[in-house]
């Protein structure tokens, strides 16, 4: 059977597990331990007046931040691929922000030029099959000298050890994840600081530089730490693949490994980011 696009790939799963992904993310958002997305942010500068476009929203959770730190006079666009993202992100915008949600591709954007004062994408890049043509609607759309942020996992240093047990126990009993037969190039240059520099500036941008975070998150136990996972998409794209009650026989047998080996307390897991700070 031929691999699927990525377009095939991930918008059904994303949309499949909107919810737990936003759970995940608001946690770690609010316990300022998202180091990437929080470079973004302050990178646009977002204030007053401006309107700002997020690409690859997901389920809004940036997006609902942009939209309070621009209001009441400017505007936050979220656009996303996945539509079970942009109906919950829809769903749950608060009724007094100036943020619309749409569906949209990032490499096709159905803007005019030079309609944003800033562009962020929280760890939507990796996904796209032609990230060239991601950064250069991202850039066509911005005004001139306006910012864009983007932060993209990357493995880090060392992984973490529940992470490693993690993999051996539930992983090694489940399928490996499907791989998307045009995304190999995209995640290969975004790992590679000089090489998404290089394709940022073939963008169009004049000003360009990417940043590497090592960061870390705090879960509150084994159990918080496999709820957390299961739901996450690389993850969640395995456990699709066999039955409901395969998969919470499996996952309780995950956590009680990792309680075994590493206790029943607080979990550190480690994890990278490389950010992309550009002018347009």
Known sequence: ??????????????????????????????????RGR??????????????????????GTLSYRLARDVAPDGELVGIDLAPGMIELARREAPPDLPVRFELMDMEDLRFPDAMFDAAVCGHGLQFVPDLLRALT????????????????????????EAQNIL?????????????????????????????????????????????????????RSPQHYIDMASGWWSMAIRLDAIPVDERAA???????????????????????????LATS
């Open 137 to 160: 609607e991202a850039r066509r759309v911005i005004k001139r000298g306006a910012r864009m942020g983007a932060s993209v996992p990357v493995d880090p240093l060392r992984p973490s």
């Open 1 to 34: 059977m031929d691999e699927p696009t990525a377009k095939d790939l991930y918008p059904g799963t994303f949309s499949r597990h909107a919810a737990a992904y936003k759970q995940r993310l608001e946690e770690v958002m609010a316990r300022s331990q998202s």
């Open 250 to 276: 499996l996952l309780a047998r995950g956590a009680r490994a990792i309680e075994a080996e590493l206790g029943t307390g607080p979990l550190e897991i480690a994890g990278a980011t490389n950010v992309l």
């Open 38 to 59: 929080a470079a973004v942010i302050e990178w646009v500068d977002p204030s007053p007046g401006k309107r700002i476009l997020d690409l690859a929203c997901g389920p």
């Open 167 to 219: 993999e051996r126990v539930v992983g090694g009993s489940l399928p490996p994840a499907p791989r998307a037969r045009d995304q190999f190039l995209t995640r290969r240059t975004v790992e590679d600081e000089e090489a998404f520099a290089r394709v940022a500036r073939r963008a169009g941008f004049a000003e360009v530089s990417i940043v590497r975070f090592e960061e870390s998150t705090t879960w």
